[in-house]
Structures are given as structure tokens and as C-alpha cells.
């Protein structure tokens, strides 16, 4: 396993919440900032949010004050809690080492988030 493995996806009502996982594998977890990445249909991976060796985060404009992210260097997971979801934020979901989302890092197969109309 060298890339994360991200779970948690679903179909979920307009308004409401999701909680994502992502469990990582590299023994130096605790030293990488991590990513939330997400694609939507028709459009490119963007970044959604990142949280850093220190716990400080960042969230992309479209998420902010709905999203957040968080993590677990013993587990060696990261969470992204999702609240008042929109139809806007139908995509598949990633997680990665880093901020980039155009890294050539391996990719894993992200979990869907579906937000009905």
C-alpha cells in the first residue's frame, strides 16, 4: 500500500453530512502535510482542504465554514467532516501527501460523494 485509502462516501440529502477517512501507510505520516482533493464531473481534481505537520489547516473558499479536516498521526488517518453538503460538492473525493493536485504521487481510487438535487 503506497497510496491512501479513502472511505466514507455516499449518497447523502442537500443539507446534510459526511464524515470522509483516509488512511494513509507511510511510516512517516506525521511529517507530511496532507490534502483532501476532490473531482467533480466535467471538471479538474481541485484542493479542498489541508492540515499540516502542526494541525493548521486550510480550506478552500467553496468549503469554508462547512468543512473540516483532521488527523491522526498514531492511525495514521485523516478525516474530512463534511456539513451542510450542496449538490456543488458531488465528487469523487481523494486524499494525498501534500497540497498539489496535479502531484504525480500515486492516487487512490477516492470515495464517491453524491448530493442528491
Known amino acids: 500500500q503506497v497510496q491512501p485509502v479513502e472511505s466514507g462516501g455516499g449518497l447523502v440529502q442537500p443539507g446534510g453530512s459526511l464524515r470522509l477517512t483516509c488512511a494513509a501507510s507511510?511510516?512517516?505520516?506525521?511529517?507530511?502535510?496532507m490534502g483532501w482533493f476532490r473531482q467533480a464531473p466535467g471538471k479538474q481534481r481541485e484542493l479542498v482542504a489541508y492540515?499540516?505537520?502542526?494541525?493548521?489547516?486550510y480550506y478552500a473558499d467553496s468549503v469554508k465554514g462547512r468543512f473540516t479536516i483532521s488527523r491522526d498521526n498514531a492511525k495514521k488517518t485523516v478525516g474530512l467532516q463534511m456539513n451542510s453538503l450542496n449538490p456543488e460538492d458531488t465528487a469523487i473525493y481523494y486524499c494525498n501527501y501534500g497540497t498539489n493536485p496535479t502531484t504525480t504521487q500515486p492516487w487512490g481510487q477516492g470515495t464517491q460523494v453524491t448530493v442528491s438535487s
Open positions: 492540515i499540516n505537520t502542526y494541525g493548521n489547516t
Open positions: 507511510r511510516s512517516s505520516f506525521s511529517t507530511y502535510t
